[in-house]
């Protein structure tokens, strides 16, 4: 379907995946906004889109202020008069024994994962049902379907994240909306640069063995998965135009966790 003139809202989209997302959105014709907790560089990454010619718009959103999260989209309905695509891509990562994670740390986490995902969706599905047409894409992981040492509030985040798009399939559908996850593998991005040495010191090893026996180990040649495969994942479902895959997961890992 084409994306021309297509409204997207991308949160955490000023860096990394989310910023990969936003480009290529722009590339295809579509309008994204930079929805992120650095104002300033969310406006940075929208000037860039602009520049080659582009529609882009930066807003400020701190996903889990339920206040920040309707003003924001407020402000996209206001300059637009409509959301058609929402990414939920914002996201951090802690890492952590089971054992000894902190409750603040855990409860944290699930907030910009799961409390985000929920509060943008509930605030842009207004507009989406009112229009009759909606396309709400999650950024999920393979540890929305695999687990990891070290990553319990991340696991479980990323498995609630299915269970919320499979009911979004449901309720949406007579409205035109459909919910999907993406589901990437490493990404060598700052959030996973900063696990390297984090993991690497738990686990009392190498960066390098890290990279090689634990982010790496499962996949069929050894390869990160690229902010690229990620984006042309996601502007798939977003480009969807129909239901028949409202509901699904797609796994984007050279070949890490396979269904």
């Avoid at 479902?237 to 796994?251: C, D, E, H, I, R």
Wanted: charged content about 20%.
């Amino acid at each position: 379907m084409d994306l021309a003139q297509r409204v997207g809202i991308i949160t955490g989209a000023a860096s990394g995946i989310g910023k990969e997302i936003a480009i290529k959105l722009a590339e295809r014709g579509g309008i994204p906004v930079i929805a992120d907790l650095n104002l300033e560089a969310a406006k940075a990454t929208a000037d860039a889109i602009k520049a080659t010619g582009a529609d882009a718009f930066a807003v400020a959103m701190d996903v889990t202020n339920e206040e920040a999260v309707e003003k924001g989209v407020a402000e996209v309905v206001a300059k637009y008069g409509r959301i058609d695509i929402l990414i939920s891509n914002a996201g951090i990562q802690i890492v952590k024994p089971l054992v000894d994670f902190p409750f603040a740390d855990w409860k944290k986490l699930l907030s910009i994962h799961l409390d985000g995902a929920f509060l943008t969706t509930r605030a842009c599905l207004k507009h989406m049902y009112a229009a009759n047409y909606g396309r709400v894409v999650y950024m999920g992981s393979v540890h929305s379907h695999e687990a990891s040492k070290l990553k319990a509030p991340y696991v479980t985040a990323k498995h609630g994240l299915l269970g919320l798009a499979r009911v979004l399939a449901k309720e949406g559908a007579e409205h035109n909306v459909t919910a999907n996850v993406v589901c990437p593998g490493f990404v060598r991005t700052p959030l996973v640069e900063k696990q390297i040495p984090e993991q690497a010191k738990e686990l009392g090893i190498s960066e390098e063995e890290v990279v090689k026996t634990v982010m790496l180990k499962d996949t069929v040649d050894g390869q990160f998965t690229t902010t690229d495969d990620v984006a042309s994942a996601v502007l798939y479902f977003a480009a969807s135009p129909t239901n028949v895959l409202t509901g699904q997961s797609l796994v984007v890992s050279h070949g890490w966790f396979m269904q």
